[in-house]
């Protein structure tokens, strides 16, 4: 029996050193990209993925009204200004922070949800988080996040969503219009303004009473502000980020 429990432990302090040594050499290798890449990418104004070509910024965060950076930091990461990089505690966030986000689009080639998670929200805590400040990473969000296709064509960044969804610039959309591509963040699909205009619409709904101050989330993961409509529950919803009751 000893040997067995002495087995066992050598067995769980190798587990523990091989998944930390695996963790620590990400960071490592994500500081080193970021100081050889992404910092010259931000000081170049532009941003980069792994699997894509350098790409000029459209928008700067700066760009944003007062207003537009509201919405946009209450609905996608509402502790954004006060967390370091990860956040499970205010109500509302979701899963994932706008940080998190960024290192899932400038870190990983291919991402599958379980262990990537850790190591996208690792990297986010010690890598991004130290690095690059808030509003850089609110630019590298406004000009990588996906808003979904339109035919067949994926639309990257809120400039390019602007302009196919609206025909208009960012600056000139009605905050009507600029909440509902907020609203397609948490997901695109589902979301879609010309697939699915009354769930997009319900959505706006849901989060102008959410900026109103007429709707308070009630818990982490109340990121739909209440229980989501039938049908949309029926579409499917990504796993963990919904808890509400299906009716």
Same mark, same amino acid.
Not at 207 to 224: C, N, R, S, V, W
């Given at each position: 029996?000893?040997?067995?429990s002495?087995?066992?432990g050598?067995i769980?302090?190798?587990v523990?050193?091989t ?7 990400s ?5 080193? *990209?970021?100081?050889?890449?992404i910092l %010259? ?14 790409k000029?910024?459209?928008i700067?965060s700066?760009?944003?009204t007062?207003?537009q950076?509201k919405?946009l930091?209450e609905?996608?990461d509402?502790?954004? *200004? ?6 499970l %505690?205010t109500p ?10 960024i ?9 599958t949800?379980?262990f ?7 990297i ?10 808030k509003e ?5 969000f ?9 035919n067949?064509?994926?639309l990257?960044? !809120?400039v390019?969503?602007?302009?196919? *969804?609206?025909?208009?610039?960012? *600056? ?9 591509l ?6 695109p699909? %589902?979301?879609?303004i ?9 959505r706006?709904?849901?989060i102008?009473?959410l !900026?109103e101050?007429?709707?308070t989330?009630k818990g982490?993961?109340d ?13 499917g919803?990504?796993p963990a980020s919904y ?5």
């Amino acid at each position: 029996m000893r040997k067995v429990s002495k087995y066992i432990g050598i067995i769980s302090l190798f587990v523990i050193l091989t998944v930390f040594s695996y963790y620590s050499y990400s960071v490592f290798k994500a500081r080193r *990209y970021t100081q050889r890449v992404i910092l %010259t990418d931000i000081q170049e104004n532009q941003w980069r993925s792994l699997n894509k070509e350098p790409k000029k910024n459209e928008i700067k965060s700066s760009d944003l009204t007062d207003r537009q950076r509201k919405i946009l930091i209450e609905v996608q990461d509402p502790g954004f *200004y006060n967390h370091h990089g990860l956040d499970l %505690t205010t109500p509302g966030a979701g899963l994932t922070t706008i940080t998190q986000a960024i290192a899932k689009k400038l870190y990983f080639e291919k991402f599958t949800p379980g262990f990537a998670k850790i190591k996208q929200s690792i990297i986010a805590r010690f890598v991004i988080d130290g690095l690059i400040s808030k509003e850089e990473q609110l630019t590298i969000f406004l000009n990588s996040m996906y808003f979904g296709k339109v035919n067949n064509r994926p639309l990257i960044g !809120i400039v390019e969503a602007s302009k196919v *969804y609206y025909q208009k610039s960012v *600056y000139n959309l009605t905050e009507e219009e600029y909440i509902s591509l907020v609203a397609m963040l948490v997901m695109p699909g %589902t979301f879609h303004i010309l697939d699915h205009p009354e769930w997009n619409k319900d959505r706006v709904n849901r989060i102008k009473a959410l !900026i109103e101050g007429k709707y308070t989330p009630k818990g982490l993961m109340d990121q739909f502000y209440g229980d989501l409509p039938k049908d949309v529950l029926e579409a499917g919803v990504p796993p963990a980020s919904y808890f509400g009751k299906e009716e």
